[in-house]
């Protein structure tokens, strides 16, 4: 029990070093060679019913149906007897203050058209990917529900496993592909994404230990 809480603790240190160095270097190299190339070809072979499907996958990330997509389930493990469960989705949200203040703070600009094929034009700041953040904190929690709730029918814990890891598979090549971000925008999105879901999983797991 020890050498797996070690290990876990480990994993979260080594999380917080990538972000924190890719972050300073983002700030200081906001317009990188190597993801203009990785973007160029993410979009090299496009078409308009790819541009869709894309537009698609990117849909639960965009205000304000991200926020009603956590409150809308949230709501329904609350009417299922899933309280607190219920409760821990909900605190997803804070992830948006997150963010927003390190958005503010690396203050990188979105790739513009005069790189990349803009799809999708966006407001805020490009570092890190709020997109890929939420889907990984979010679609990550309900793959961890999924399979400790084993009095959850199995189709529906099979359903929401399978959509969930897709939605976090394809959102990042999703975000490039829209020229929404960059390729380093959508791994800082991931690392932040992973670090914020440790203390959400580990106080829904000592809550319900105790």
Known sequence: MLLKRNTLIFILISLIAAFTCLSFFI?????????????????????????KL??????????????????VVAIIF?????????????????SGLIILGIKNVINRPRPTAFYVRLVEVNRFQSYPSGH??????????????????????KLTRNIVTYLSAFLMIAIAPSRIY??????????GGFLLG????????????KKKAS
């Open 27 to 51: 700030a200081q190299h906001p317009i990188l060679d190597f993801d203009i190339k990785t973007s160029l070809f993410m979009q090299q072979y496009h078409a308009d019913w790819l541009d």
């Open 54 to 71: 894309m537009l698609a996958i990117s849909f639960f990330g965009e205000l304000p149906y991200s926020l009603l997509s956590v409150v």
């Open 78 to 94: 609350y009417q299922q007897k899933y309280k607190r469960e219920g409760l821990f989705v909900s605190m997803v949200l804070l």
């Open 132 to 153: 890929v953040l939420s889907y990984t904190l979010f679609f990550g929690f309900l793959i961890i529900l999924m399979n400790t709730l084993k009095d959850v029918p």
């Open 178 to 187: 829209l020229g929404a971000h960059w390729f380093t925008d959508t791994v």
């Open 194 to 205: 992973l670090i914020c879901l440790f203390p959400l999983c580990y106080f829904y797991f």
